[in-house]
């Protein structure tokens, strides 16, 4: 099941996507950080997707830096655009995973 959701007052710009596989045991789910951030106004778009004991949940966003969110899910895969310069980190007991681009897309996964 994918599901999508704009977030309300979020400017145009900025898209998070959260997708789960089901199926097979079910894994614990986490608490997990995302934290868009780059220079004032700097927009970005993006999904990420969340695996959850549900199924897939998927999040649109857009908006404006900074970002922050917090995620309850097993695992979290992330896809974030932006026209400038930002950094994407996706952060969970201790583990980071972290992209920082100039115009382009960042590309993370945690579990």
Do not use: N, W
């Amino acid at each position: 099941m994918m599901e999508r959701c704009r977030r309300p007052g979020a400017a145009a710009g900025a898209t998070l996507l959260i997708a789960a596989g089901a199926g097979g045991a079910a894994a614990a789910e986490k608490s997990f950080s995302l934290a868009i951030t780059g220079a004032a106004g700097t927009r970005y778009t993006g999904q990420c997707t969340l695996t959850t004991a549900g199924g897939e949940k998927t999040i649109e966003l857009a908006g404006i830096v900074p970002r922050h969110e917090e995620l309850t899910a097993e695992a979290v895969v992330c896809r974030i655009e932006s026209a400038g310069s930002i950094t994407v980190e996706i952060a969970h007991d201790g583990s980071r995973s972290r992209s920082t681009i100039s115009g382009g897309t960042a590309h993370l996964a945690v579990r």
